[in-house]
């Protein structure tokens, strides 16, 4: 049996090429460069109008940690609403206590929004964050949240393998444990193989040049050097070699 690629899209475009290269689910986000924020209403719509995609919408209102004041919380649950009204098929979320619990509460409170109109609920890389990690998993099962992505508490999932292996063995019957971060052609069928894992989340990114982005000594850049002149999107080609190394 395959293992299914989930790959992170900033945008329309980046859906667009997830589908030609052969994804059948996305995580759609926007603002990927502040680790990806709420993507709008109308590009999700697009995207389900037009594509044959399963759509997971973020739901996270700045970058940052996941600490989230009264008002910032607030808006999530109106940006939840409006996600799934425009068709996304579940929501990734995420909230967190200062000391690195769960918010238990606030993570509930949009389970039951998901949950109401039959969607999927993900928590996203917000548990890579946490402070028990089986903890925290043990009380998102409790939760009835679907899915959990991680990259195993480390900046790369290969480097987290171990805990990603651990958490799959625990807890993988009840909660659907999808890797993430450093995913590639290259190393996603060995990560699946290591840690009995079924599904693993990737960007694929490439970059595009706009010839706009420093000007007149006005500089808009999100990378530097090579880069500055560039912004981030999904391969198409990134795309279909991840997705056949999983065949």
């Not at 594509?51 to 607030?74: H, S």
């Not at 940006?79 to 769960?102: H, W």
């Not at 999100?222 to 991840?242: F, W």
């Amino acid at each position: 049996m395959g293992v299914l690629a989930e790959i992170c899209c900033g945008s329309y475009y980046d859906a667009k090429q997830a589908a030609l290269g052969g994804a059948k689910r996305i995580e759609l986000n926007g603002a990927l460069m502040l680790g990806g924020l709420t993507p709008t209403a109308a590009t999700v719509y697009m995207v389900k109008q037009e594509f044959d995609l399963k759509v997971i919408a973020m739901v996270r209102p700045r970058g940052a940690g996941f600490c989230y004041l009264d008002e910032e919380f607030t808006v999530m649950e109106r940006e939840c609403r409006e996600v799934l009204a425009a068709g996304a098929d579940g929501v990734a979320f995420g909230c967190l206590k200062a000391d690195g619990s769960l918010d238990v509460e606030r993570n509930q409170r949009l389970v039951d929004l998901i949950k109401c109109v039959g969607k999927e609920a993900v928590f996203h890389r917000a548990f890579d964050c946490t402070a028990d990690p089986f903890q925290a998993a043990k009380q998102l099962i409790g939760l009835e949240v679907d899915r959990l992505l991680t990259s195993g508490q480390k900046p790369k999932a290969m480097e987290g393998r171990d805990l990603i292996r651990s958490l799959q063995e625990r807890f993988g019957k009840n909660i659907e444990i999808l890797a993430g971060s450093g995913v590639n052609a290259g190393n996603a069928r060995e990560l699946a193989e290591y840690t009995g894992i079924s599904q693993v989340h990737s960007s694929c990114k490439t970059w595009i040049q706009d010839a706009t982005t420093v000007k007149n000594g006005v500089s808009y850049s999100i990378a530097g050097g090579d880069l500055a002149m560039c912004y981030d999107a999904v391969s198409r080609e990134l795309v279909k070699e991840l997705v056949d190394s999983l065949r």
